[in-house]
């Protein structure tokens, strides 16, 4: 634990460190609201758009933003207590259990990425012009990938991004890549590939004419269009553009049981398989499945998709072609683009009801890798949003000698239940509604991003936390110690961070790397109340105000070279 020594010495040396990021966070003024996009992407065969999904919305938003949401009333979600009076943020806990290493985390209403050692002390940062949409890594050769959020016509509601960036270690912009519309537009997640290129999320604009064809009520459809998902790689074109190499669709594996003309007629529950119109359950949003995350598996050549629309984690092939993942037959498993796993909600492919649910609008679905505890498990965010407290599972996924998805006639998915399970000792004292996500370390303790509340923490297999920070990071600039953020208009605090990653010291992205500590990101408590943060109105905060474009200044059209190929 900290002494009163070592706290009143972090906080003499955040002073430093917050006169340089206050200096490079407050570009708001005069944003601009949308962007040039480009004009060269050619429509898919049937007409088909693609359209997006946001931190807060955009301009046309008409109740389709919520999207994966359930019902906007939720249990208040919980504040992180520190154990030392008088603290609100910075670092809370530090054991000798903890996993020793540099968490990267971008706050959701700020331009900076912050690497942290496990003291709550930056040891790098880097600015960008945008606001996350959503998430950062750190590449092997020190690089940081980061997405980003534009503003253009349309809206979706959580999540946005559009655009993916990667600096060197100095801070230097070596790629960008635009890929938003009101027709389409990546959001929250991108994956690194071993062969360089990028795994992006992306939604795609539909028509309340192509719904109906498709087999979607319209006295359930919630707004006049829907924003389905896909799934893109892109090959890098530095330094400025980027390819679509592979693709896969939401809509191309669409099942409906309601109208037996149309071509996708059948039954759910004999094609789990298929993705079932009314696999939500309720009243359908424009963000109907509202995917918030996607990793790789290179061993397998799969990728995981969180489909919080769904209540669900789906897993589809990817050493299919474009051509074959638009279908049902080739790649390895023999389905195409069809899913080959699924899991969380047998509901949703009609063998259960709502009882059997185990997933409640999860996130960050995770493969823990080679020589990890746990390694080939996964690990989910299980975020709770209408049950009032939050989790985090681990489950073993069911596969048979020959690594197909094991699938008895007529049962569900397995596995029954978690291999492990985290929860707080008071469930409800742990609980984010929206964002955040989990992983396992290499001493099989797990971080957690308790996202909404910017809470993060490590926790041992038996549940001891051994490591807790809180971000003090707002969108104004940086709180003072004793002062809480407020509340945005979805009830997320102001120091919401979408999701971390630790790196372990021996990473090779941080090799021969300057990791000096360079200060804390808080204010001391002798500015607390003075910072002005606490008293900002909704009205100047929200991310529809002058102050929340989420971008720097107008950067005209870097679209002109992203190209396509099927």
């Not at 008409?62 to 009076?85: F, H, I, Y």
């Not at 950062?136 to 979706?156: D, E, F, K, S, W």
């Not at 109208?259 to 993705?275: F, L, V």
């Not at 929340?548 to 099927?566: C, I, M």
Request: glycine share 14%; aromatic share 8%.
């Amino acid at each position: 634990m900290n002494t009163t020594k070592q706290t009143i010495h972090r906080l003499a040396k955040g002073a430093l460190l917050t006169l340089l990021a206050i200096g490079s966070v407050v570009h708001f003024a005069g944003v601009a609201s949308t962007q040039e996009q480009p004009d060269n992407r050619p429509p898919r065969p049937d007409g088909q758009g693609r359209d997006r999904e946001g931190g807060g919305g955009g301009s046309d938003r008409r109740g389709g933003g919520g999207g994966g949401g359930g019902k906007r009333e939720m249990p208040e979600n919980k504040t992180p207590v520190s154990p030392n009076p008088g603290q609100t943020v910075g670092l809370f806990l530090n054991t000798p259990k903890a996993y020793n290493g540099y968490t990267l985390f971008a706050p959701k209403h700020n331009m900076l990425t912050y690497l942290m050692n496990n003291a709550g002390q930056v040891c790098h940062s880097w600015k960008s012009e945008y606001e996350p949409g959503q998430t950062v890594y750190l590449l092997p050769n020190g690089h940081l990938i980061r997405a980003c959020m534009l503003r253009v016509q349309g809206g979706t509601g959580g999540g946005e991004g559009g655009r993916i960036e990667e600096y060197d270690w100095d801070g230097k912009l070596v790629w960008e890549f635009d890929h938003a519309t009101r027709d389409y537009q990546l959001h929250h997640d991108i994956k690194p590939l071993p062969n360089g290129n990028f795994l992006a999320l992306m939604v795609e604009r539909k028509s309340r004419e192509q719904a109906l064809a498709a087999g979607f009520d319209e006295s359930m459809m919630r707004d006049d269009y829907l924003v389905p998902d896909a799934v893109v790689e892109i090959q890098p074109i530095r330094p400025k553009g980027g390819k679509i190499v592979w693709e896969w669709h939401v809509w191309d594996h669409l099942i409906q049981d309601s109208d037996r003309s149309k071509p996708n007629y059948g039954d759910p529950a004999q094609h789990p398989e298929r993705i079932y119109v009314n696999c939500n359950g309720r009243a359908v949003a424009a963000f109907w499945n509202h995917m918030n995350s996607l990793d790789y598996n290179a061993k397998l050549d799969q990728i995981v998709l969180s489909v919080r629309g769904c209540n669900e984690i789906w897993i589809i092939d990817h050493s299919t072609t474009t051509q074959q993942a638009a279908g049902h037959t080739g790649g390895k498993h023999g389905k195409g683009g069809d899913l080959i796993y699924r899991w969380g909600n047998p509901a949703a492919y009609k063998r259960g009801t709502l009882k059997d649910k185990q997933l409640v609008q999860q996130h960050d679905a995770l493969w823990i890798p080679d020589g990890y505890p746990g390694a080939g498990h996964m690990t989910i965010f299980n975020n709770g949003y209408d049950r009032g407290w939050s989790s985090v599972e681990e489950i073993v996924l069911p596969m048979d000698a020959s690594g197909r998805y094991i699938l008895e006639p007529g049962k569900v998915y397995g596995p029954a239940k978690p291999v492990w399970h985290y929860e707080a000792k008071n469930r409800t004292d742990f609980f984010s509604a929206e964002i955040s996500g989990a992983h396992r370390l290499p001493n099989g303790n797990t971080l957690i991003c308790g996202g909404i509340v910017g809470n993060l923490f490590e926790v041992t297999p038996t549940g001891e936390m051994v490591w807790q920070y809180v971000n003090a990071m707002v969108r104004g600039g940086i709180l003072a110690q004793g002062e809480l953020p407020g509340k945005d208009m979805r009830g997320h605090l102001w120091n919401a961070v979408f999701k971390v990653h630790r790196y372990e010291p021996n990473y090779p992205g941080l090799a021969g790397r300057d990791l000096t500590p360079k200060g804390v990101v808080e204010l001391p408590a002798s500015m607390k109340g003075k910072t002005g943060l606490h008293l900002m109105t909704e009205a100047q905060r929200t991310d529809q105000g002058p102050a929340g474009k989420g971008k720097g200044k107008g950067k005209g059209n870097r679209n002109r070279d992203n190209q396509r190929e099927n």
